[in-house]
């Protein structure tokens, strides 16, 4: 029952995370993009994370006051820089729509973030068996991104031939080619957060030595990094709001239905974090070969049925839509060949029972005493 209930935590934040985009369609299209993501990204770097905060984690601000700078330090730039790549995906949600970027973006994060922390953390995997697969399924995932990109460039083909409808966003149209570059560049640095989370483990421990264990140890984690893109995410929006003057338009009329479509972004994109590690936790054992590649692929797969629901794809070639569908299909076989590398590594890692072999040199020192 606990691990059916694991599935179900996962596949909840895993469409929390294919949907969080989504309020995004329905904002006015004469809406600057900064007045819909600006309050986003408040709400999920400042907001949330204060007040859900000390509700899960006990001692909530001790525990990072507990914790030298040096340590948090780098936690906060790579937040940072994810804040970056989260700033960059509202921008390709716009640009291509939410099809196109989910599929960049999560391609490029996959390939990015599988790579950075083993050669950061563990290069020695490389060399190894399971650092052989992995490898191997960022080369599938690689292929799927370039697949996705085809796809791309066969819709602004197809899209010459008649009037294409316009992205959510309120964003001016750019050249596709733009777009997909800004959506890799977007999963390149959301990958900063797998970064981010192997250097907070000082914080982990002091969020257990507080009496915190499971999720309350994960949120402690989660909110500094999401601090560390306070200043990337918000800093950038902010200056769209001033250098476009559209302060204003936070305090016209109308400016509430905005505000709770990002607010309602917010909730989705932090509660697919939150579901994720409730889920995690209670799958034990099947949670790097099954959890992971089951998180992953429904939410590519919610977020281009997204896409799709919403007449991104109205009016494109078959031709282009047969390459999208193709480069879902690659990811996500990407993502089961990445898995289970992980699954080799999580099982090298574990010391191996004595056998025979070993245990005869041991005896023979003991018959020689």
Known sequence: MEIWLGFFLLFLGAACGGSFGLPSKFVRKDTPWEVLWGPFFFFVTVLLPVVVGPAVVDDFFGVYGSVPMGRLLPVLVFG????????????????????????????????????????????RDMATEHGAVILAGVGVCVVGVIVAAKAAMLKEASAKAGDAPDEAGGAKKPRMLIGVLIGVLSGVLCACWAVASGYAGPVAKAAEAAGNKGVAVAWAVTCLILWGGVLSACGYCAYKLTRNKTWGHLFQPGVGRTLCLAFAMALLHDAAVFFFALGWGRLGALGVPVGYPAFMSFAIIIGNLHGFRTGEWKGASRKSVQWIVAAIVVLILGVVVLAQGNAMAERAKKPKP????TLTPILKAKEAR
């Open 80 to 123: 940072f820089l994810w804040g970056l790549g989260s700033m960059t995906l509202g921008l390709s949600f716009a640009f291509i729509g939410l099809s196109l970027a989910y599929a960049l973006n999560y391609g490029a994060q996959i390939v990015t973030g599988s790579l950075l922390p083993m050669a950061l953390f563990n290069p």
């Open 354 to 357: 004595p056998t025979s072999e």
